[in-house]
């Protein structure tokens, strides 16, 4: 059984760098074609594509937000850590992470979000 | 990149309504796209993967067509647990955007 949990700070002050961290079970990211992505949605608005990392290390991310994103991950514990520089209010959004397959694969698995909110 | 429309944002419905929901995409994206339901305070759910496969569970209510541009997601009776909101995400290459949702209501 395939499970992600998001966590992170709940709130942080614009200009700062924010770390989220999902951990996962159920499948291991050494497996040939399984990757973790994050997806993020403020309140009330559409879900929107951040970042994906494969097994083989290879990334890919929202160009619009690339400058500022760095996607990593850390096998031995079952992780994924998702990196955001310079936040700002907008950047406030559930955050979560979920799982897909190599390809032309959607995310199947999500994980329940965690609540970043961007505030001085 | 390739951007997604959906239409209508929001649709008023009864129980026991057809709906169909329409995804334009901006370009051909083969029939790699995907729809998901959201209901308030939970992560999305897969429904149908390569437009038309229903996922594993999905009641056989909710189907999926289209290719290349245009794809429509169709709830054939609409149950008291569809009320929520349906997007649909393009699959075919970077980015992955999602559309802008498309949000069921009671009527």
């Known amino acids: 059984q395939i499970t992600l949990k998001e966590s992170g700070p709940t709130l942080v002050k614009p200009t700062q760098t924010v770390t989220l961290t999902c951990t996962f079970s159920?499948?291991?990211?050494?497996?040939?074609?399984?990757?973790v992505g994050w997806i993020r949605q403020p309140p009330g608005k559409a879900l929107e594509w951040l970042a994906v990392?494969?097994?083989?290390?290879?990334?890919n991310y929202n160009p619009s937000l690339k400058s500022r994103l760095t996607i990593t991950k850390d096998t031995s514990k079952n992780q994924v850590v998702l990196i955001m520089t310079n936040v700002d209010p907008v950047d406030s959004a559930t955050y979560y992470c979920?799982?897909?397959?190599?390809?032309?694969?959607?995310?199947?698995?999500w994980g329940q979000g965690t609540l970043v909110t961007v505030s001085s | 990149d390739i951007q997604l429309t959906q239409s209508p944002s929001f649709l008023s419905a009864s129980v026991g309504d057809r709906v169909t929901i329409t995804c334009r995409a901006s370009q051909d994206i083969s029939s790699y796209l995907a729809w998901y339901q959201q209901k308030p305070g939970k992560a999305p759910n897969l429904l149908i993967n390569a437009a038309s496969t229903l996922q594993t569970g999905v009641p056989s209510r909710f189907s999926g067509s289209g290719s290349g541009t245009e794809f429509t997601l169709t709830i054939s009776s609409l149950q008291p647990e569809d009320f929520a909101t349906y997007y649909c995400q393009q699959l075919n290459r970077y980015p992955l955007p999602f559309g802008p949702g498309t949000k069921v209501d009671i009527k």
């Open positions: 990392i494969y097994s083989d290390d290879e990334k």
């Open positions: 159920g499948f291991s990211l050494t497996t040939n074609k399984v990757a």
């Open positions: 979920a799982h897909r397959q190599r390809g032309y694969s959607p995310f199947d698995k």
